[in-house]
């Protein structure tokens, strides 16, 4: 039983507006004005986690629209370590978020000094379906625009686009700062920039015993230390599979195109097309794979370090750290011995059937550093790059496909049809027109609604109604020049409009 005493405050009475609907999965909270979200953050922050609450946004949120009430720090998160009850603890969002496709902008936080900053602080339940966009964000460790540390949860068709997240600590990234345990999907960052020491990523800065599918990273990445990657720092018994990343990334050591280190885990089916640069551990897809599986992946970027750098990892190790049909093009500037066209150097583990461009790399060797029996890693030029026949025991039936047309003309993924495929935070929206006058709001829409509420700016509930019908004139008494948010649910949707009162 939620019992949300603190609402009753002085301080919050009268300042933070109640979501409509009961929190089931049924009737979901229904976030319609950027009050809303302050209402989860207090929430949460005062020790109410609400596990098992359903919560869906029903209007694009512009966090400009309540800034002056948070001052030059920003943005106050969604849990992380909170006094409750004079005890410090860790706190988190347990319920479920359904962006439904909507938008929250300019999202602003400064707080360089401190942990946990992001949209979400700490989150151990569900969002999906959320864009952020224009979000800057300031922090300390963990720190990222949607969610700064996620525990044992799912995030799931989110985009962060046009944002910058940046730390002079660790775990840094614009999507997520930290994942434990959960599982990332569909999700994408794009146009983003991120800044921090250690463990930097596009999506997550360290991926811990956790899944990443189908996402991808478009900017830049920059480590002022180690362990920064497109999609992930640093990935540790996890798994990625059919992710890429067109990021440029940069730092001092194991830094990569991809994934800065990974250990004890698994990738399948990635790429990357970014360049890297740094000074040790640096690779086109990987800086430095440690007891992982690498297969059927490829980079295209260029990789230039002072040692231990090759086109597509920097250094391989261990028995168990695995490079199998994998390939490379990029162009690779070291100053050592340990320069690669495919690798930089390797003292454990296996390379199979794996390819580099020796015309595009700009070294004899694809292989660094002392040679290794047994590793089948070839050299070819562009046009062997560019025919099937080429790569010896690759699967062109179901995992690659190679056209002149496409990746200019070398092997891509089947399963990559373009970034739509990869993320489309976006539902089959009704196109539904609102019109209000002093008197009535009348509502038109291409499939039928059943039910509409009318709020004025102040959460206060105007009018309401039930209905089965594609059109609706709702007798009201509007103030002309005012604006008014309309609550719009359909048997699959629900969608919040702002509509001016003529």
Request: proline share 2%.
């Given at each position: ?154 995030i799931d068709n989110c985009e962060v686009s046009n944002s910058t997240a940046i730390s002079s600590a660790f775990y840094v990234a614009a999507l997520c700062g930290y994942q434990a345990w959960g599982t990332i999907s569909n999700c994408s960052v794009t146009q983003s920039n991120v800044e921090g020491v250690d463990y930097v990523g596009g999506i997550t800065g360290w991926n811990n015993e956790g899944n990443i599918t189908r996402c991808h990273a478009e900017g830049s990445v920059k480590s002022s230390n180690s362990l920064a990657g497109g999609v992930a720092g640093y990935q540790y018994y996890g798994a990625m599979s ?103 150097g390797i003292t454990g583990g296996t390379i199979s059937s794996c390819y580099w461009n020796k015309e595009t790399a700009g070294v004899s060797e694809g292989i660094g550093g002392v040679p290794q029996e047994g590793m089948t890693c070839y050299g070819k030029t562009t046009t062997e790059m560019k025919t099937a026949a080429t790569y ?111």
């Amino acid at each position: 039983m939620l019992s949300f005493a603190w609402l009753a405050s002085p301080q919050a009475s009268g300042q933070v507006p109640v979501p409509n609907g009961s929190g089931t999965a049924d009737d979901p909270f229904r976030i319609e004005q950027f009050h809303h979200l302050i209402w989860i953050a207090n929430s949460v922050n005062h020790g109410e986690e609400l596990s098992g609450m359903y919560f869906i946004q029903t209007a694009d949120l512009d966090y400009n629209d309540v800034a002056e009430q948070f001052g030059d720090e920003g943005w106050d998160p969604i849990g992380g370590y909170r006094s409750v009850d004079g005890i410090l603890r860790k706190v988190g969002f347990a319920g479920s978020y359904d962006g439904q496709g909507h938008t929250i902008s300019n999202l602003s936080i400064n707080r360089p000094a401190k942990n946990y900053q992001a949209l979400f602080g700490y989150t151990k339940g569900v969002i999906k379906n959320l864009k952020i966009d224009r979000a800057n964000v300031a922090g300390n460790e963990y720190t990222a625009a949607l969610a700064a540390y996620m525990f044992d949860t799912n995030i799931d068709n989110c985009e962060v686009s046009n944002s910058t997240a940046i730390s002079s600590a660790f775990y840094v990234a614009a999507l997520c700062g930290y994942q434990a345990w959960g599982t990332i999907s569909n999700c994408s960052v794009t146009q983003s920039n991120v800044e921090g020491v250690d463990y930097v990523g596009g999506i997550t800065g360290w991926n811990n015993e956790g899944n990443i599918t189908r996402c991808h990273a478009e900017g830049s990445v920059k480590s002022s230390n180690s362990l920064a990657g497109g999609v992930a720092g640093y990935q540790y018994y996890g798994a990625m599979s059919k992710s890429y990343s067109n990021a440029t990334v940069s730092g001092e050591t194991y830094v990569g195109g991809l994934i800065g280190q990974t250990s004890h885990s698994s990738v399948t089916a990635c790429f990357a097309t970014g360049d890297v640069d740094g000074e040790s551990y640096v690779g086109g897809f990987v800086g430095k794979n440690e007891s992982t599986g690498i297969t059927d992946s490829f980079a295209t970027g260029n990789a230039t370090a002072a040692e231990f750098v090759g086109g597509f990892a920097g250094y391989n190790t261990y028995s168990d750290g695995t490079m199998t049909s994998c390939y490379s093009t990029g162009k690779v500037t070291g100053d050592s011995y340990f320069t690669g066209g495919f690798i930089g150097g390797i003292t454990g583990g296996t390379i199979s059937s794996c390819y580099w461009n020796k015309e595009t790399a700009g070294v004899s060797e694809g292989i660094g550093g002392v040679p290794q029996e047994g590793m089948t890693c070839y050299g070819k030029t562009t046009t062997e790059m560019k025919t099937a026949a080429t790569y010896e025991g690759w699967d062109f039936e179901t995992v690659w496909t190679l056209t002149p047309s496409n990746n200019n003309g070398y092997p891509q993924h089947r399963w990559y049809e373009g970034d739509a495929s990869v993320n489309s935070v976006t539902k089959d929206k009704p196109q539904t027109i609102v019109q209000l006058s002093v008197d009535a709001i009348t509502i038109s829409a291409n499939k039928a609604f059943c039910h509409i509420d009318c709020f004025d700016l102040n959460g206060r509930l105007v009018v309401s109604a039930r209905t089965s019908a594609e059109t609706a004139r709702l007798p009201a008494k509007l103030q002309k020049g005012n604006i008014y948010l309309i609550s719009i649910t359909y048997p699959d949707y629900h969608e919040t409009i702002k509509g001016f009162c003529r």
